[in-house]
Nanobody
């Protein structure tokens, strides 16, 4: 089992940056997909970015490509989401999630493919 704790959220003006962290524990961490998702009020939870086990391939939603970067430090059991050029529409609760395996590429940014979830960290971007 994997336990996840997010941090780094806050309030920032449009154009600013934040770095979210997802600290994980659990013996399977290094072989686990880690994804970032977000959910704004009255919206469905959407996939933002995901990184393959051992820091392999990365995947991004079109809405954040070129602005967000996901990375993982397996020595620290931590995954980061660097968010630059933030926009008001990035405002949401951000969650990290873990999946031991993802059976198809079309599932990489789908919330139902992930088994373990953190409690979330709020990001608010003011315009």
């Amino acid at each position: 089992q994997v336990q996840l704790v997010e941090s780094g959220g806050g309030s920032v003006q449009a154009g600013g940056s934040l770095r979210l962290s997802c600290a994980a524990s659990g013996y399977t961490y290094n072989s686990t997909w880690i994804g970032w998702f977000r959910q704004a009020p009255d919206n469905e939870r959407e996939g933002v970015a995901s990184i393959a086990p051992r820091g392999g391939s990365t995947y991004y939603a079109d809405s954040v490509k070129g602005r967000f970067t996901i990375s993982r430090d397996n020595a620290k059991n931590t995954v980061y989401l660097q968010m630059n050029s933030l926009k008001a529409e990035d405002t949401a609760m951000y969650y990290c999630a873990a999946a031991p395996r993802i059976p198809g590429a079309f599932l990489i940014l789908k919330s139902w493919a992930y088994n373990y979830w953190g409690q979330g960290t709020q990001v608010t971007v003011s315009s």
